[in-house]
């Protein structure tokens, strides 16, 4: 069965510093990933999609970037972090047609 | 543009009570509507799906949800909540795109069960 995974889980970065989250999927082949935020009290903000390795789309522009260096593997990076990007983050994938898109258990990030 | 509204932001209800979620959406095509559940500090886990078919359709954890064309409507409901029914609930609208299909989100409403 397929599964999603990412790390962290919880993050305390300073202001301005840069920033790594990895989303992995196992048990499928050239899915679609995304990258959401999730501030509180709000729902869901797409930030990222990509359909293929290499090959990314931005929602919103932002202080963030993606890449999907291999099939299965989606990074969500910043190179100096802002207050603003605090929030929840949560990675899902989903198959090609009519498929739902299935959820990581979401990395929470905190600026200071 | 597609958009999903949850008029409801908190929604308190009795254990072994029934429950109705709102959902309406706003789409220009065939809409594929989805609920979504979310404890906190986790993330979403999907409770049911709507692409065509019977409106009725039947999720996990006994909760359904009926889509309503003229009403433009996906509520979900659940004829006897539990206590650990508590989470936020998201309802989702999928839009089409080229080489992909992206998900629009409701604000979400937060459920309470009390005793």
């Known amino acids: 069965s397929q599964t999603i995974h990412q790390w962290p889980a919880t993050l305390v970065q300073p202001v301005g510093s840069p920033l790594s989250l990895e989303c992995t999927v196992e048990?499928?082949?050239?899915?679609?990933l995304y990258w959401y935020r999730q501030a509180a009290g709000r729902g869901l903000q797409l930030l990222f999609y990509?359909?293929?390795?290499?090959?990314i789309s931005s929602e919103v522009p932002q202080n963030l970037s993606a890449s999907r260096p291999q099939d299965r593997q989606f990074i969500l990076s910043s190179k100096k972090l802002l207050l603003s990007d605090s929030g929840f983050y949560l990675c899902?994938?989903?198959?090609?047609?009519?498929?739902?898109?299935?959820f990581g258990d979401g990395t929470r990030l905190s600026i200071l | 543009a597609q958009s999903v509204t949850q008029p409801d932001i908190h929604i308190t209800v009795s254990e072994g009570a029934s429950l109705e979620l709102r959902c309406n959406y706003s789409?220009?095509?065939?809409?594929?509507l989805f609920w979504y559940v979310q404890s906190p500090g986790q993330g979403l886990q999907l409770l049911l799906k709507?692409?065509?078919?019977?409106?009725l359709v039947q999720g996990i954890k006994g909760f359904e949800a009926e889509f309503k064309r003229s009403q433009s409507s996906f509520n979900l409901r659940k004829p006897s909540v539990h206590w650990s029914d508590a989470a936020e609930y998201f309802c989702?609208?999928?839009?089409?795109?080229?080489?992909?299909?992206?998900?629009?989100f409701g604000t979400g409403t937060r459920l309470t069960i009390i005793p």
């Open positions: 899902a994938w989903s198959e090609e047609g009519n498929q739902p898109q299935h």
């Open positions: 048990g499928t082949s050239n899915p679609n």
């Open positions: 990509s359909v293929g390795i290499g090959q």
């Open positions: 789409y220009g095509a065939t809409p594929y």
């Open positions: 709507y692409f065509s078919g019977d409106t």
């Open positions: 989702a609208v999928r839009q089409l795109g080229f080489g992909n299909e992206k998900l629009t």
